[in-house]
């Protein structure tokens, strides 16, 4: 795990040096994995604890530890705006056993483009290259609150719909990375026209993307069932950073208030209007 202390600093007022937080946190049990460089400190995780990989359930318990005042990042909490049924993308979970919760917006008239450089100097120092601020957003929130996120481009959705639903056995999809993957009916997929656009909670799809012609958005936040999480990431052989939180327990209230963060960002960020979603 990868703390950035000014990133840190965001959440908690500290002023010992980066040793010193180290010290702490291995006091705490995340022990110090690397010597720290460029004020980055590297954690060894190794409990089962998701939290724990997020900056600010770091900063949370190094806030207990040393007995000071924990600030939480702004959340945008209006109500969104209201959207005609027919512009809304429609919801339907197939696999409740899979899908514990899945939460959606809608954005509107956004600008896609390069992210502000506070934003890719975290992400980078956190070791997340800079996409675009939309991806950037989703990445931002995942490391800041631990929950992963997923955006997709509506105009690049042949029906407006989300159908989660089991993966057909022999089915395929084109990963964001350009890795064409072979599923099985152990995983479960994000599909739009019965064509998947997602291995569910697991790596997002090409179809779909977000680029910079990209105007109106869907974004979601899902809590999922972590066994079927990790068996279905082992098969695949695929470990990354969204894996490694889901194949954990994360609480279910964290897709709404990832939600928000992600809204207050993208609102800064990206322009645009927020609406509801089923």
Known sequence: MRIP?????????????????????????????????????????????????????????????????????????????KLPKNEK??????????????????????????????????????????????????????????????????????????????????????TLLGETIKLTPEAFVLTQNNKPTVIGGIVGGRSTGVDKNTKNIVLDAGNYDQATIRKVSRNLKIQNETVSRYDKFLHPKLTEIAIQRATQLILDLAGGEYYENE
């Open 89 to 174: 993308v429609k919801i339907n979970v197939l696999c409740k056993n899979k899908v514990n919760r899945f939460n959606t917006r809608i954005f509107k008239n956004i600008t896609v483009g390069e992210s502000p450089l506070w934003l890719k100097e975290r992400l980078e120092a956190y070791g997340i290259p800079s996409i675009n601020n939309i991806v950037d957003i989703t990445n931002y929130v995942m490391a800041e609150l631990g929950q992963p996120m997923h955006a997709q481009d509506i105009q690049k959705m042949e029906k407006p719909e989300i159908i989660i639903r089991d993966a057909e056995k022999g089915e395929q999809i084109t």
């Open 5 to 81: 202390i000014k990133w840190l600093k965001e959440y908690i007022d500290i002023d010992k040096s980066p040793q010193d937080i180290a010290d702490s946190f291995t006091a705490l049990g995340l022990m110090q994995e690397k010597a720290i460089k460029n004020n980055v400190l590297e954690l060894e995780h190794r409990m089962d604890r998701a939290d724990w990989l997020s900056i600010i359930g770091c900063a949370r318990d190094l806030a207990a530890f040393e007995q000071k005042q924990l600030e939480y990042p702004q959340l945008y909490t209006q109500d969104p705006k």
